[in-house]
């Protein structure tokens, strides 16, 4: 029933399945959204999901009616909110291909490239990912 922007920071989302294990869903970044299905789908999602913060998070959040009515006075708000769906979508798609290498070493090795690429911080030592993941 919110719309959630990430300012600042890093969130993990994640969803609990009937048999008790938590999926990482999405790894969200600054000027990420989440929050936006009942947006698009007119009502409330029966998806539930749990916002983890890896690091200190500044976000701003709306009720769903206010985002929805702030794109029918504003064109450029719903073209900002499929900016921002568009990279979701291209993360998603990212984050499948990695998942279908054949073995792990090749999997592991395509997820801290993605990692590096998205949470990365270049130093002269080389890249850290100052993010805690099991």
Known sequence: ERVYLIRRGAVRLSRVYESGEEITVALLRENSLFGVLSLLTGHRSD???????????????????SVLRAIEA???????????????????????????????????????MVLCRDFGVASEKGITIDLRLS
Do not use: C, K, W
């Not at 504003?74 to 290498?101: K, P």
């Open 74 to 112: 504003d064109a450029s708000v719903g073209l900002l909110l499929l900016q921002g769906l568009s990279s979701r979508i291209l993360q998603t798609e990212t984050m499948i291909e990695t998942l279908t290498h054949r073995d792990m070493s090749s999997r592991l090795v395509s997820f801290l």
């Open 47 to 65: 998806r539930f999901y749990h916002a983890i913060a890896f690091t200190r998070v500044e976000m701003i959040t709306a009720p769903a009616n």
